[in-house]
């Protein structure tokens, strides 16, 4: 069987490679193959796009929302989140700019999305939810000056390089309310444990716009499970806390906690969810690079009036990282 996935996922990069697109089957072959392989198929691929797509030259010192960031510092980060799979930066996001976000998109419609899969476009009521999770459309969110100032970050480009081993594409930026709607954990909203497979390799940047604890929906992770799992958790589906407990020591599974304006880089391939919250609902916003779109679709992103474009310098240098996003008329 695992010769056949290799065959349809050889003929899904060959139709990447003449087409820049990615047919389903292949690309469920690929998500099939990570588990069988325990990752290495996606180590093979990920050496070939760093042959052949090389790096971006950035200055010695960049300076961004991550702070300073030198040679030394890169190194250090990026080697702490290849060890563990995860890192939490000292730095954060200020409240002020948490709380304007979150006033601004209390204003703003977003898609609830139930667990039965139907949505419905509405402002969300934080006191009357109707669904576990409401997610806001990609370029409503570039249309916020800050969340615009965010997403085209330096620092995040340059560890996303670092991290990846080649030149790093923007695959999305997405926020969500995680919502007090169900005492049960939705796998809807991915309050379940599992891995994301969209691309051969990719980078997270998580950023809490409110204060997280234990109650409120805190990002979980199983430390190194980006690496390596055991063989009853290859499988591309969701498993149960009771799953990860019989696998894992306590000491390995984290809860990520933070106030509003915590920032989080996370390798989303190991074993992760959305904790159920209970006491507070939980704003997040997530922006995510990847070494190539071949896997799960790309869309494009048209955004008209893109409030904080790079100046020039920065769009001839690096521009091509956000090569989906569209502005103008």
């Given at each position: 069987?695992?010769?056949?996935?290799?065959?349809?996922?050889?003929?899904?990069?060959?139709?990447?490679?003449?087409?820049?697109?990615?047919?389903?089957?292949?690309?469920?072959?690929?998500?099939k193959l990570h588990g069988l392989t325990n990752g290495k198929?996606?180590?093979?691929?990920?050496q070939k796009v760093s042959r052949k797509n090389g790096k971006h030259q950035f200055p010695e010192v960049t300076n961004g929302l991550t702070g300073q960031l030198n040679s030394e510092r890169l190194n250090s980060i990026t080697s702490k989140i290849k060890e563990q799979g995860y890192y939490i930066f000292d730095e954060k996001?200020?409240?002020?700019?948490?709380?304007?976000?979150?006033?601004?998109f209390s204003k703003i419609?977003?898609?609830?999305?139930?667990?039965?899969?139907?949505?419905?476009?509405?402002?969300?009521?934080?006191?009357?939810?109707?669904?576990?999770?409401?997610?806001?459309?990609?370029?409503?969110?570039?249309?916020n000056e800050d969340l615009s100032k965010i997403f085209y970050d330096i620092n995040f480009v340059r560890l996303s390089q670092e991290y990846l081993g080649s030149k790093p594409l923007n695959n999305s930026i997405i926020m969500w309310w995680s919502a007090l709607y169900t005492k049960?954990?939705?796998?809807?909203a991915a309050q379940l444990y599992h891995f994301d497979m969209d691309h051969p390799k990719f980078i997270k940047f998580?950023?809490?716009?409110?204060?997280?604890?234990?109650?409120?929906g805190p990002h979980c992770y199983v430390k190194k499970s980006h690496v390596s799992k055991p063989d009853s958790l290859i499988d591309d589906k969701r498993y149960s806390d009771s799953d990860i407990s019989d696998n894992y020591e306590a000491s390995e599974i984290?809860?990520?906690?933070?106030?509003?304006?915590?920032?989080?880089?996370?390798?989303?391939?190991?074993?992760?969810?959305?904790?159920?919250?209970?006491?507070?609902?939980?704003?997040?916003?997530?922006?995510?690079?990847?070494?190539?779109?071949?896997?799960?679709?790309?869309?494009?992103l048209h955004v008209p009036d893109l409030p904080a474009v790079p100046d020039s310098q920065y769009q001839d240098a690096y521009g091509e990282v956000y090569t989906r996003v569209k502005t103008g008329s």
């Open positions: 069987m695992t010769l056949i996935y290799l065959l349809i996922y050889k003929i899904g990069l060959l139709e990447y490679s003449l087409f820049k697109s990615t047919n389903k089957y292949s690309y469920l072959a690929f998500r198929i996606n180590e093979t691929y990920s996001l200020s409240e002020d700019v948490c709380e304007n976000i979150t006033n601004y419609p977003s898609k609830a999305i139930a667990e039965d899969n139907s949505k419905h476009h509405l402002i969300y009521d934080r006191q009357n939810p109707i669904a576990p999770i409401y997610r806001f459309d990609e370029a409503e969110i570039l249309k049960t954990a939705s796998s809807r998580f950023i809490y716009l409110t204060d997280v604890d234990s109650d409120s984290v809860e990520i906690l933070g106030s509003k304006g915590t920032i989080v880089a996370v390798d989303t391939s190991g074993l992760h969810k959305g904790k159920l919250p209970v006491n507070k609902d939980r704003l997040i916003v997530q922006i995510e690079f990847t070494n190539s779109f071949f896997g799960q679709k790309v869309n494009d």
